[in-house]
């Protein structure tokens, strides 16, 4: 059981107190006696030369008069040479006492703080690192009762805490793996669905207008369906810090070529002009290209769903300082400031405004998101309602890293 | 005729994998799964199938460990391997002289003609 604070303290200056005290009371009796019986003396001295002086002036035994005076006043030169003594070493005892126990006092004090600062010192360094993530850190309980009541109680938060984490970083782990696993098995059931729809759609011509129609509606919800499942899988990949990227050295202008070709024929059904604008001589980029493709089809996916027929998406990419930045710009309806905010959450879609089918899984930004900054680049949008958005994506040149 | 051996556990897949492949003009041969793969291969005559289209998990033998026995038997001839999805691959991590490139599903056909085509090619 450690002492409390209170507890030595009350006991250190008891024990000054006392010795204080009594070294004062001690030492002033003492010379107030010594006083009395000065004063005794010296009007008893005095007596003896008053009776001398009688004598004295009767002439009775004139020498021996005189003598006895004399004497007398000796006597009490002597008496005051030593109650001045008295008095100096009465005012030195009391003062040493004074200093004594004023230094003891002081002395106390500095252990007191000392024996608290040490564990304090350690608890905020402690705080300090639990702050900063390190659950296992725990501080040495010891001094004082008080100092060993908060360490007790922080390494029992502590220990609280590391107990919730592990248990949330355990059912993270089971729902990424409950993802993966039924990302998995929906994938097989899912490739014969759309492999056999797909199978139907190449005999469209023995088929009636309203079977042909109806296969195409299985065909694109199957799709709908695998960019969901790809989607959930590459989010529960990044939530479970797995979502990895390979990078390489990357040609920008071929990368964002294919991107386009990727969306030409969705783009031109819709009647909308797709144009690419690509700066001559950009640098290399080190990226992981099929994840920046993805990026790029995700963005003009985006562009080409939200905005009406015959709306102009354009695609431009020019290089800034050591970054190459990419730019999706289009002339659609554009998104109010508390959408954009949003933008990049999952699940988030801007009002298609418009009455059109919009496709997407409502992933897809969070994900972009995600592989950017996995590439150490940045991803932000703009937007004016009635007047477009524009998503810019820039990414480290390959030199720069 | 170019001859492709394609291994699925799945009957469904097989089927569909089959219909389309002879509808491109492939003869097919099917296994269910590792083991049926390396029996076909130890079976057929040389120069045996001139594509392998193996699915990467499947029961008894995955069709990753059957194409590592055959590359340690000595046999060269260009596989596909099927998988889910990538998450797949990084447990075995096949190297990429045993393989020669991947499919995932569900299926892209024009991409896996493209492929079978492409290794398939008199040099």
């Known amino acids: ?401 | 005729m170019t001859r492709v051996l394609i291994a699925d556990d799945s009957e469904t897949i097989l089927l569909l994998l089959r219909t389309r492949l002879e509808m491109e003009g492939y003869e097919v041969i099917t296994a269910a799964d590792g083991v049926e793969v390396l029996e076909v291969m130890h079976r057929e005559p040389s120069p045996g199938p001139d594509i392998l289209l193996l699915d990467a998990m499947m029961p008894r033998k995955s069709g990753i460990d059957a194409l590592r026995q055959l590359r340690a038997e000595g046999v060269e001839t260009p596989a596909l391997i099927v998988s889910a999805h990538q998450d797949e691959m990084d447990a075995g991590a096949p190297t990429d002289n045993e393989v020669s490139g991947y499919i995932t599903k569900p299926i892209d056909f024009d991409r896996l003609f493209a492929s079978i085509a492409a290794l398939t090619a008199p040099a």
Do not use: C
């Open chain 1, 1 to 401: 059981m450690s002492p409390s604070l209170a507890n030595r303290l009350t006991i250190g200056f008891a024990i000054a107190f006392a010795v204080l005290t009594g070294l004062a009371v001690v030492g002033v009796a003492r010379f107030l006696q010594q006083r009395q019986d000065f004063e005794d003396a010296t009007a008893r001295s005095y007596q003896v030369e008053i009776a001398a002086r009688n004598r004295l002036a009767n002439g009775a035994q004139p020498e021996a008069a005189r003598e006895a005076i004399l004497a007398q006043q000796r006597a009490r030169q002597g008496l005051r040479d030593d109650i001045d003594g008295e008095t100096r070493d009465t005012a030195l005892l009391v003062g040493a006492g004074l200093i004594a126990g004023l230094t003891g006092a002081a002395l106390l004090f500095s252990g007191l703080i000392a024996s608290m600062r040490r564990p304090l010192e350690e608890l905020v360094e402690a705080s300090g690192r639990l702050a900063g993530g390190d659950l296992e850190t725990r501080v040495k309980v010891g001094g004082l009762s008080e100092t060993a009541t908060l360490g007790n109680a922080f390494n029992e938060m502590a220990g609280e805490l590391q107990r919730r984490a592990g248990e949330r970083d355990q059912l993270e782990a089971m729902k990424d793996e409950f993802v993966l696993t039924a990302s998995h098995e929906l994938r097989s059931p899912l490739t014969s669905v759309q492999g056999f729809a797909e199978l139907l759609m190449l005999e469209r011509d023995k088929l009636t207008p309203q079977q042909a129609d109806t296969v195409e509606i299985i065909l694109d919800n199957t799709r709908h369906l695998v960019r969901l499942l790809n989607d959930l899988l590459d989010l529960a990949r990044s939530d479970a810090g797995r979502l990895t990227i390979k990078p390489a050295a990357t040609d920008v202008a071929a990368l964002v070529e294919d991107a386009v070709r990727t969306m030409r024929s969705q783009t031109e059904a819709a009647g909308q002009a797709l144009r690419q604008e690509i700066e001559p001589g950009l640098p290399q980029v080190s990226v992981d290209r099929d994840r920046i493709r993805q990026v790029l089809v995700n963005l003009l996916t985006n562009a080409h769903e939200y905005s009406p027929e015959g709306a102009s998406i354009e695609v431009k990419v020019v290089r800034r300082g050591t970054e190459v930045e990419m730019t999706v710009n289009d002339d659609g309806p554009g998104m109010a400031e508390d959408q954009l905010e949003h933008i990049f959450e999952r699940f988030t879609r801007g009002d298609a405004g418009l009455t059109q089918h919009v496709g997407g899984t409502g992933l897809g930004l969070a994900i972009s998101k995600s592989l950017v900054e996995l590439h150490g680049g940045t991803i932000e949008a703009a937007s004016t309602p009635g007047q477009g958005s524009t998503f810019r994506v820039q990414l480290p040149a390959a030199s720069a890293q």
